[in-house]
């Protein structure tokens, strides 16, 4: 694996990964991915002295046979929406793979014990165990792993929304951001373009 | 753990910082809050984003207590912005945040970054002391500032995400501090809104407001804005703003507007976008975050029930 698609994996774990990154991660080798992927992490439950449960649980497999079965109704879509929805999947095969991807072989051996768990356990979502109050301190594993979904730059609308959006936005941020007039260099440069 | 090993890479690099401790460098940081509203000046300020480049004017003049700003475009096509008759003395909650500091090291604002000096250099002709702020979670981005040694003016900022990698760069070219109080007006320039805000006692517009996020990052604050009660919140932990704003998801009976749920990206700035069509509404976070940020507030939105 080369230095661009470590860049694009580390990005894509603080959910910062942009859609060309998204596509670099996943036309690259896949054993290489999954390991520096679960590496990644480890590394960083060591660092914050978290231990998970979920260390040990392997439901790769099961998210894949998951999306086969969701594949009959992608397919109805037209087609931008199909890129967007199989982003979306990968995405989230890539959230949820994280959890389970550490110590264990993803491609040998795993699928057994997936398939012995299933009976017990039924649908399993890990990654949305993480809910904070707010005000409180709560950086959790799984956070960091979800991506950051679907870009949305190309829609025009939305783009028009942005726009009216960061307009009102910067106008409160500006008095608050020490940088004062100076940030509606970000609403003047997008509306002149 | 690690707060522990952070203090004392900190003190490593005190150490080695010859002429500017933390102390002048928080002081800057504080300084930076307000002088760029209290002083009068002229500056050339470049503007980067990617590969693409442009320039501004700005003006800043306080008459009689009230400031007069202008901001206005060098390249491509006229836009021109004023802001006139703010109260120099209008206070605003970022800068307070960034303030507390000098009480506590472990409150506010220095909670949630480490702030280092990097090094002394030269911004627009002028001497300058770099910082390097760093988020200690993954919630907000990062900042290089470069502040003006004399009057502590933001010269520099670099936003840069989780990798530290370059989001947008504001920089001056040219500062001139020697201008007339009275120096002024730019036609047909469009006035910019102030909206007055404050420090949030929540409480008074929680009547109102039917929605609210479950979830923020912590340390940032919501300000009280008097407008708009029902359709916007703005929060800010001294150098991020976010703001959420609320719609209907139908205008009219027949008019439904179609929204899809997905984030947007243009330099340090995103938006997050997802509908709630069981309250009929639907929600943008709009702010200089990281996008993970941005998605999660906007999906924790909750409706109390009517």
């Not at chain 1, 929805?85 to 989230?92: C, D, R």
């Not at chain 2, 009547?207 to 340390?219: D, E, K, L, S």
Request: glycine share 8%; charged share 20%; proline share 3%.
């Amino acid at each position: 694996m080369n230095d661009t698609v470590r860049e694009s994996l580390s990005a894509l774990m603080d959910g910062e990964a942009s859609e060309l990154e998204l596509r670099r991660i996943l036309s690259a080798d896949e054993h290489a991915i999954r390991t520096e992927w679960a590496d990644l992490h480890r590394s960083q439950q060591i660092l914050k002295n978290e231990v998970s449960p979920y260390m040990n649980w392997d439901i790769s497999a099961r998210v894949m046979a998951e999306i086969e079965g969701d594949e009959l109704i992608n397919s109805v879509g037209t087609g931008w929406k199909q890129a967007v929805s199989g982003l979306a999947i990968a995405a989230s095969v890539a959230a949820v793979v994280v959890v389970g991807s550490l110590g264990s072989n993803m491609f040998g051996g795993s699928s057994q014990m997936v398939a012995d768990n299933n009976g017990v356990s039924g649908r399993v979502y890990p990654a949305q165990t993480s809910s904070a109050t707010v005000g409180g301190v709560a950086v959790s594993a799984q956070a960091q792993a979800s991506p950051a979904g679907p870009l949305l730059n190309n829609d025009a609308e939305a783009r028009k929304r942005f726009e009216a959006y960061l307009r009102k936005h910067t106008d409160r941020a500006a008095f608050n951001n020490g940088q004062g007039m100076v940030s509606y260099a970000r609403v003047v440069s997008q509306e002149s373009e | 753990m690690i707060v522990r090993l952070t203090c004392a890479a900190l003190a490593a690099v005190l150490a080695s910082a010859p002429v500017f401790s933390l102390d002048s460098g928080s002081e800057l940081l504080n300084k930076m809050t307000h002088s760029h509203r209290e002083l009068n000046y002229r500056a050339i300020v470049t503007y980067q984003l990617g590969d693409q480049l442009s320039s501004y004017r700005i003006t800043h003049t306080v008459h009689d207590g009230k400031e007069f700003e202008a901001l206005e475009s060098l390249d491509g096509d006229h836009q021109d912005l004023v802001h006139h008759g703010h109260d120099i003395n209008c206070v605003h909650p970022g800068p307070q945040l960034i303030r507390l500091v000098n009480a506590d090291e472990e409150q506010g604002f220095y909670r949630y970054y480490d702030v280092d000096i990097e090094g002394e250099g030269r911004v627009a002709g002028r001497d300058t002391v770099t910082l390097s702020i760093k988020p200690r979670d993954v919630y907000r981005l990062g900042y290089t500032l470069s502040l003006d040694k004399e009057t502590g003016l933001l010269l520099r900022s670099d936003i840069v995400n989780q990798q530290r990698k370059v989001l947008e760069r504001f920089q001056y070219v040219m500062l001139d501090l020697n201008i007339p109080d009275d120096e002024l007006i730019v036609d047909g320039a469009i006035e910019v809104e102030h909206k007055h805000v404050a420090l949030g006692a929540g409480a008074t517009t929680a009547r109102i407001r039917v929605w609210r996020p479950n979830w923020i990052p912590a340390g940032f604050t919501p300000l009280k804005d008097t407008g708009e009660e029902n359709a916007a919140l703005t929060y800010t932990d001294g150098l991020a703003v976010m703001s959420v704003f609320v719609e209907p998801l139908l205008k009219t009976e027949s008019d439904a507007i179609s929204v899809s749920e997905g984030g947007m990206r243009r330099g340090a700035s995103v938006s997050y976008t997802v509908a709630f069509p069981e309250n009929g509404m639907f929600a943008t976070v709009v702010g200089e975050v990281p996008m993970l940020t941005a998605k999660q507030v906007a999906k924790s939105l909750s409706w109390e029930p009517r």
